[in-house]
């Protein structure tokens, strides 16, 4: 398993923050691209290349983002307007579906294929106050894990431009 640390509330479009592991280097950074369209973060790894970016898509009927790398769609991630707890629902390209199930404003929650976790969200590993861990299996695409996370915080936490 490999754990990161990630501020929250700190995702605003035009802000950039660092993922962090444990060990507290800092591994990945989502920049908050300042677009008036719709709300688009990129994460990078810590020499600037691009590994994925996360968009709203905006004109649609319930509230969706999509995950890209090399300008290829890796997942759509959809909320799931279902009772009173938001769900969502995770439509990967080139592999199984994933669910997101948990809950979203207080960043406990998990990410699941088949019924297997394969990554976990929780502010439980951390004192530190706004901040959350992320931790993904081992052999999981992190870059998309952690592009899944920033998704689902702006998704739950009405993140606007």
Do not use: H
């Given at each position: 398993m490999a754990r990161f640390k990630m501020k929250q509330k700190v995702l605003a479009i035009g802000d950039d923050f660092w993922i962090e592991n444990d060990?507290?280097?800092?591994?990945y950074k989502?920049?908050?691209k300042a677009?008036?369209?719709r709300d688009?973060?990129?994460l990078e790894d810590r020499d600037g290349h691009e590994l994925a970016k996360i968009q709203e898509k905006k004109l649609t009927v319930?509230?969706?983002m999509t995950v890209?790398?090399?300008g290829h769609k890796l997942a759509t991630i959809h909320k799931a307007?279902?009772?009173?707890?938001?769900?969502?629902?995770?439509d990967v390209e080139d592999g199984d579906d994933l669910k997101a199930r948990g809950n979203f404003t207080d960043h406990e929650y998990e990410i699941k294929r088949d019924g297997d976790v394969v990554a976990t969200i929780s502010k439980k590993w951390f004192r530190v106050r706004d901040t959350y861990g992320i931790e993904v299996r081992e052999g999981e695409?992190?870059?998309?894990?952690?592009?899944?996370?920033?998704a689902i915080d702006a998704m739950s936490h009405h993140i606007d431009a």
């Open positions: 060990d507290g280097d800092r591994v989502v920049d908050g677009l008036r369209i688009t973060f990129v319930r509230d969706k890209e790398r090399d307007l279902v009772g009173i707890r938001d769900r969502f629902n995770i695409d992190e870059p998309l894990m952690l592009s899944l996370a920033v």
